[in-house]
């Protein structure tokens, strides 16, 4: 395993073809797929194989570890969705079932842990920058109260279509990132997307309706199966 490199992603979004599975039943990016897959086969034996290059593949094996060490609340906080303040603790709660090149490499990115993982991928950040530079040029004052608002997708539609600068938007979403959530918001309910929540808000609107891994059924579901779970180092 190389101990180099940054994130490419930290969560799995579905615009982002390296986070798809491979071939078979072979999953990559940030693992959130592979640890769904475990979630629903509850009575399978059979093995879920994540394979990526390093540094995902150590991204995932953290997720694990989390997963298999902490309890649901603290696996939220520790990847960036509770108080910041108990991050580094955390890690050093479950750094030992590391494997040593993975250790290595997450004891020299305290700060990134600090920060909160989920945030940290390359794509993340494209993310973020598109929500604090960009969303405030495209979407009129009120619009994030206002997309909250909405019952019904084609409510949500039918204001997107009225309100959001379209023709400004195409000249300032050049990034995957902007024609991704361009489409999503006129696509899915923002109530039910938490790919969408995200990328607007940059949180979920209720975890237990969130990437599976991070509900309180999810949670104890994978604990029960992370054995079945194989992480491996590979292009």
Known sequence: MSEGGALAFAQDWPAAPECAALPGPVYRGAGDAALAAVIASPDSSAEVVFRDRFPQAALVQLKVAAVRVLPVQSVRSFLGLGHFGRR????????????????????????????????????????????????????????MDALLSFDTLSEQQAWVAEHVQRRRWKLLGVLPVARRLDALLTTVHVQDSPELQWRLFGRYLDLERGPAYLSTAGHKALRAGLDRVRVEVGP
């Open 88 to 143: 580094v603790w955390f890690y050093h709660e479950l750094r030992a079932s590391l494997s040593e090149p993975v250790r290595a490499y997450w004891d020299a990115r305290e700060r990134d842990i600090r920060s909160g993982l989920l945030s940290q991928g390359l794509y993340e950040r494209d993310v973020e920058r598109l929500r604090a530079h960009v969303l405030p040029r495209v979407l009129p004052a009120g619009a």
